[in-house]
């Protein structure tokens, strides 16, 4: 079974439209969030929720809006794709949101047209 | 900002052990060094963390100084799966809003 398994792998979309990557961690972990990679494969923080409650938000757009309906769960919808959001984006999941070790995702590789 | 620094790229044979070096010389007493590693197409993985003393699991042996400015990871039989960019990361604020800040990383490729 994928610890961290993230929907879709691939996705191609144009301009404008509205998008959403789910996560589920099988883990039973508090701790969930979302990193971008972008082209020059830089690792950023979007995101991090702990049990369902947003603990971290790493001044990104506010087209982006994560939703935790459970703590197993963690979703990224994207309002108003542009060009510039591109990337992989992927889903992490650690034991408690202070815990060092987190378990990654394989990734969701959006490509906006 | 990433709290560490690495060298962009290194090589190593095959077979033999690899050592990947880290400094982070504004590392604070109560934080820890982790080391994270990104194979092409795949989403990182966990290796090993230390605070102080040196540690080893089944990956990786991990070498701190004492003055814990800076570290070194060692692949101690490296194979060709272990192509891939290593990161060495020290978490950045403290409790539960404290995060790892990914670096550029170095890029280790295992030769034949």
């Known amino acids: 079974d994928t610890a961290v398994s993230q929907t879709p792998k691939y996705l191609v979309t144009q301009m404008g439209n509205d998008k959403s990557i789910k996560c589920e961690q099988n883990?039973?972990?508090?701790?969930m969030y979302w990193y971008k990679q972008d082209s020059k494969k830089f690792l950023k923080i979007m995101f991090s929720y702990n049990n369902k409650e947003l603990i971290i938000n790493e001044t990104v757009p506010n087209r982006f809006s994560p939703k935790s309906p459970d703590k197993a769960h963690l979703n990224l919808h994207i309002n108003s794709l542009e060009l510039g959001d591109s990337a992989v984006y992927f889903c992490?999941?650690?034991?408690?949101?202070?815990?060092?070790?987190?378990?990654f995702g394989e990734g969701s590789r959006l490509t906006v047209l | 900002d990433a709290k560490t620094t690495q060298p962009p790229s290194m090589d190593c044979a095959e077979g033999r052990a690899a050592n990947l070096p880290c400094n982070h010389s504004?590392?604070?007493?109560?934080?820890?060094v982790y080391w994270y590693r990104q194979i092409h197409s795949q989403g990182p993985q966990y290796i090993i963390h230390g605070l102080k003393n040196n540690e080893t699991n089944e990956m990786a042996s991990l070498i701190i100084t004492e003055d814990r400015k800076s570290s070194t990871l060692i692949l101690p039989h490296a194979t060709l799966r272990d192509t891939a960019v290593y990161y060495c990361?020290?978490?950045?604020?403290?409790?539960?809003?404290?995060?790892?800040?990914f670096g550029q990383g170095t890029t280790l490729q295992v030769k034949p």
């Open positions: 992490a999941s650690s034991q408690s949101p202070g815990a060092g070790e987190l378990f």
């Open positions: 883990l039973g972990h508090d701790t």
């Open positions: 990361i020290v978490r950045v604020g403290s409790g539960n809003t404290g995060k790892l800040i």
């Open positions: 504004t590392i604070s007493g109560n934080e820890y």
